[in-house]
C-alpha cells in the first residue's frame, strides 16, 4: 500500500514569492493534516480536515497561507507571500477516523528554503 | 490546553547499552499518548501509543513505553539499543476523543555509539 505522497520534496524561493505544496494521502484516509516542523521542534499542526471541510485551522496564519482539499482527497497548500521565517519543514499526514486516538501517517515532507 | 515536555535534546548511548528517553505530559482532560520516530529526511513513524488498558504498552523494533498517570510521563525504553536506533524521537498527546489534534514536544536525538 502507497504511503502519504508529497511534492516537491524540496524547495528553495526568493521572499515575497509564491509557493505551494502538494499531498495525496493514503487512499481510504477521511482526515488529512498540514504541520510545519521547523528546525529543532515537533511539528505543529497548520490545518485539519475532515473530508472536504477544514475542522481546524486556528493555527494557519490565514493572511499568507490558503489550503485546500478538493474532492477530500488531494490538498494543496499554498503560501504567498513567502517570508524568512517559513523556511520550515511542511509535513502532510492523513488518518482514517473511526475512534479516537488514530494513528496519523506522516509523508517524507517538503523542505522550503526563503531567501 | 496541551503540551509535552521531553526533558533531554540529546542522548548518546553506547551500542547493546539500555536506554530511557523522557516524557512529560499536562492536559486537563484524559489523553492519548504517542512516540514517534523520524529518520534522516523521513516523515515520522508511529513506534507505539497508549490509548487504554494497561500502562505497559509495547511498539516496534522492540521499544516499550509506560504509562504513569501519577506522574504524567510517558517514557520510552529499550533494552538494547542499536546503530539503526539513530534518529529523532517525537513523543505526542491527543486529548480525548474526538479531537484528533496532535501536540508534540520538541523531540529527543538518540545517538548510538559503536
Known amino acids: 500500500e502507497a504511503g502519504v505522497v508529497q511534492s516537491p520534496r524540496y524547495k528553495i524561493i526568493e521572499k515575497k514569492q509564491p509557493v505551494a505544496f502538494w499531498c495525496n494521502p493514503i487512499?481510504?484516509?477521511?482526515?488529512l493534516y498540514w504541520y510545519r516542523q521547523n528546525l529543532g521542534q515537533g511539528p505543529e499542526l497548520l490545518i485539519r480536515?475532515?473530508?472536504?471541510?477544514?475542522?481546524?485551522d486556528s493555527q494557519l496564519p490565514k493572511d499568507r497561507f490558503s489550503a485546500e482539499r478538493l474532492k477530500g482527497v488531494d490538498s494543496t497548500l499554498k503560501i504567498q507571500p513567502a517570508e524568512l521565517g517559513d523556511s520550515a519543514v511542511y509535513l502532510c499526514?492523513?488518518?482514517?477516523?473511526?475512534?479516537?486516538?488514530?494513528?496519523?501517517?506522516f509523508g517524507p515532507g517538503t523542505r522550503l528554503t526563503v531567501l | 490546553a496541551q503540551s509535552v515536555t521531553q526533558l533531554d535534546s540529546q542522548v548518546p548511548v553506547f551500542e547493546e547499552a539500555p536506554v530511557e528517553l523522557r516524557c512529560n505530559y499536562s492536559s486537563s482532560v484524559s489523553v492519548y499518548l504517542f512516540w514517534y520516530v523520524q529518520y534522516p529526511n523521513q516523515g515520522l513513524q508511529l513506534l507505539l501509543k497508549y490509548l487504554s488498558g494497561s500502562t505497559l504498552v509495547k511498539g516496534i523494533n522492540g521499544f516499550e513505553a509506560e504509562f504513569n498517570k501519577s506522574q504524567t510521563s510517558f517514557h520510552l525504553r529499550k533494552p538494547s539499543v542499536h546503530i539503526s536506533d539513530t534518529a529523532e524521537y517525537f513523543c505526542a498527546v491527543m486529548s480525548g476523543f474526538g479531537n484528533e489534534k496532535l501536540t508534540f514536544g520538541t523531540g529527543t536525538r538518540l545517538t548510538i555509539i559503536p
Open positions: 499526514a492523513s488518518s482514517l477516523v473511526n475512534s479516537g486516538g488514530n494513528e496519523q501517517f
Open positions: 480536515y475532515e473530508n472536504e471541510e477544514a475542522v481546524d
Open positions: 487512499s481510504g484516509h477521511n482526515t
